[in-house]
């Protein structure tokens, strides 16, 4: 499936780090309405700052799920898949990359906090 014309409605700058796995439309238990459901995977590039031949990748952290922008009127939720790092010389230090696009502390995207935020509307109802 061509994932392509995705690129229009995420956060920007997104895919420059993480992938287009899949992409579904499900029910939402909680509102009782559809939704869309992103999955993105990070690439495998190794953040800024650390050199390749001390680290390699060691599969993924758990899946993040946070709430983006809706889409004709359909929540939508990015389900985010980080790559795990680890030194290839003392395999007790592990990284993982910083990505701005999260409002720190929150499960919302930058963009949709702010927006909530302008709107008068607390984005930390939204967090949970």
């Not at 590039?45 to 809706?70: A, C, H, V, W």
């Not at 889409?71 to 990284?95: H, P």
């Not at 302008?118 to 939204?126: A, E, H, N, W």
Request: proline fraction near 3%; include cysteine; hydrophobic fraction near 35%.
């Amino acid at each position: 499936m061509d994932f392509s014309l995705l690129s229009q409605f995420l956060p920007t700058g997104l895919l420059l780090h993480f992938d287009v796995v899949d992409f579904k439309e499900l029910g939402d238990l909680s509102t009782k309405k559809d939704c869309f459901y992103i999955y993105l995977d990070e690439k495998n590039q190794l953040p800024l700052g650390f050199n390749s031949s001390d680290y390699e990748s060691k599969g993924f952290f758990d899946r993040t799920i946070i709430q983006d922008f809706p889409i004709r009127g359909k929540a939508v939720y990015l389900c985010i898949k980080r790559r795990r790092w680890r030194n290839k010389f003392d395999k007790s230090i592990e990284i993982k990359s910083d990505y701005s696009f999260i409002t720190e502390g929150s499960k919302l995207t930058i963009e949709l906090s702010d927006f909530l935020k302008g709107t008068g509307r607390d984005p930390r109802r939204y967090d949970k």
